[in-house]
């Protein structure tokens, strides 16, 4: 067994994992290492060659793969060793890493740990889809890594099941090689990607969009022949009588994604139901302390630039955490999802000062109030004119150490 140490560990070498190492870097910790599993740095930014990639973060629009280079290579700079083709296998309380690749097997004792695993994409067997089983489903992740990095088209005839905005981009990608969409296909009353997607990816190319509809039937024994299409009531139950079948060879899934936090449940830190994620505090700290969760992780996000701000702060309170200078818990109040929220991260407040809070809304609506509120003291209102569950809401907030608090949880709704 290898034994070795470090201030910052980074579990993951994604967008998010190389934001918060290079930022835990510039914090001043010392020994800062990436462990990630692929052979390559930058997660899923290889295969998006799509522009529109820090327009927000760094005033430039660029494709994935010029995204990635940039923290690659201010990484490269800052001296960030990278452990790629390693597999962490687990982690302990007391923050020691059991790692392994072709070199060995790794026990790194960290000072802190970053979570930045990201997440893996849902399959044909979370929609519970019946019928039989032939070549040419796939998902959107997958089929844009076949196209954009090896060069091999999925199909010709396509129906895409879900509107996230990977199926979104797909649907424009396929179109521009040739392939046929027949249509998106989606179970809401609404699209569940950005609304830019749906004009720049659909609207713009006149494939259609099916809202309050889904696949209720696979058919096609080698290759994929054909799905059966129905409407939805609004309890997505199938109308029975509304039946279509389309026929296709191939039939993406753009149903959502899952956090991967296999690591993060076996060592018994607290997740959150909604997200998936972890349960973490205005420093994205978890329940155990000194380790710290970003990314995709910790929620699924719209954009990458608003990913690698939060994934900044994580890298830069994970390093003050290794040098002793953390923030101490002065209180522990919880965050919880009011009236028309989904969910709230971060989840705990344990200290006075700025707070971020990220959150989704229930359903699309116009006009809406944001409240903050502990108890009946309104911390924090803001006006929003739209809000659909597709785009998250960031807002900031002071809270003061004159204010009062009382026992009750602080709680975000809209209205």
């Known amino acids: 067994m290898i034994h070795q140490q470090a201030d910052v560990i980074v579990i993951g070498g994604g967008p998010a994992g190389l934001a918060a190492a290079v930022s835990a870097k510039e914090t001043g910790a010392k020994r800062v290492v990436i462990i990630e599993r692929n052979t390559w740095l930058g997660g899923i930014l290889p295969q998006c060659i799509h522009d529109g990639f820090g327009v927000e973060e760094l005033g430039e629009s660029l494709t994935g793969p010029e995204y990635a280079e940039r923290y690659i290579s201010r990484a490269t700079q800052l001296n960030i060793e990278t452990m790629t083709e390693t597999m962490v296998l687990e982690f302990t309380k007391d923050l020691e890493i059991i790692a392994v690749n072709k070199k060995g097997i790794y026990l790194i004792q960290a000072g802190a740990i970053v979570l930045a695993m990201g997440c893996r994409e849902k399959t044909r067997w979370h929609a519970l889809i019946p019928g039989t089983r032939p070549s040419g489903i796939y998902t959107a992740g997958v089929a844009q890594g076949l196209i954009n990095l090896y060069n091999i088209m999925p199909g010709n005839n396509v129906v895409i099941l879900g509107s996230g905005d990977v199926g979104l981009i797909m649907a424009r990608r396929l179109t521009f090689e040739g392939a046929k969409v027949q249509g998106v296909i989606e179970i809401l009353p609404y699209a569940s990607g950005l609304p830019r997607n749906v004009v720049q990816c659909l609207d713009d190319y ?6 309050n509809h889904t696949v209720v039937e696979i058919g096609g024994h080698e290759r994929l022949s054909h799905v059966l299409v129905a409407q939805v009531d609004e309890h997505r139950n199938m109308i029975p009588g509304t039946e279509k079948k389309i026929p296709c060879d191939t039939l993406l899934l753009s149903l959502g994604l899952i956090p991967e936090n296999e690591l993060t449940a076996a060592v018994g830190i607290a997740l959150d139901p909604t997200t998936q994620g972890p349960v973490v505090n205005q420093d994205y700290e978890t329940s155990l302390r000194g380790v710290y969760s970003c990314g995709n992780s910790l929620q ?32 522990e109040k919880n965050v919880c999802a009011g009236k028309g929220v989904t969910y709230v991260v971060p989840q705990k407040i344990t200290t006075y000062g700025s707070i971020k809070l990220t959150l989704r809304a229930k359903k699309p609506g116009k006009k809406q109030q944001l409240h903050v509120k502990n108890g009946e003291t309104l911390l924090f209102t803001k006006k929003l004119p739209y809000v659909n569950p597709a785009n998250m809401i960031q807002v900031t907030f002071s809270l003061a150490n004159t204010m009062h608090l009382s026992k009750k949880d602080i709680e975000v709704s809209l209205q």
């Open 300 to 331: 699924v996000y719209d954009t990458v630039d608003v990913l690698a701000s939060h994934a900044q702060k994580a890298g830069h309170c994970a390093a003050a955490f290794s040098q002793g200078r953390s923030n101490t818990f002065k209180f």
């Open 206 to 211: 006149g494939i259609p969009l099916f809202l």
